[in-house]
């Protein structure tokens, strides 16, 4: 079974950056479509970018679309979010998952989800 941890968040400014990694562990995730989903306090957990096996597809929220850019590297068995110009609305805990279903942004179609980093953005 895969086991995914998250690092890289913290507090930033209004229009900072941070990259965010998930790394795999258990077995080789390099066929599997991944994502990244985030949850503010009192929401629900949210999609946020997804990529292929191969890295060549990508898909993102309308929100930050622009903004960030996943990717992956198979060989280290690790995806990461590079965030840019991050807003005060991006807080949030960020959460890495496998897709058990291939190509879907649905939450419900994902698992083996990591324990989340916390990204908080001030104004």
């Known amino acids: 079974q895969v086991q995914l941890v998250e690092s890289g968040g913290g507090l930033v400014q209004a229009g900072g950056s941070l990259r965010l990694s998930c790394a795999a562990s258990?077995?080789?995730?390099?066929?599997?479509?991944m994502g990244w989903f985030r949850q503010a306090p009192g929401k629900e957990r949210a999609f946020v970018a997804i990529?292929?096996?191969?890295?060549?597809?990508?898909r993102y929220a309308d929100s930050v679309m622009g903004r960030f850019t996943i990717s992956r590297d198979n060989a280290k068995n690790t995806v990461f979010l590079q965030m840019n110009s991050l807003k005060p609305e991006d807080t949030a805990i960020y959460y890495c998952?496998?897709?058990?279903?291939?190509?879907?942004?649905?939450?419900?179609?994902?698992?083996?989800w990591g324990q989340g980093t916390q990204v908080t953005v001030s104004s």
């Open positions: 998952a496998v897709s058990r279903t291939g190509w879907s942004m649905e939450p419900s179609a994902f698992g083996s």
């Open positions: 258990g077995r080789s995730f390099s066929s599997n479509v």
């Open positions: 990529i292929n096996w191969s890295g060549a597809v990508t």
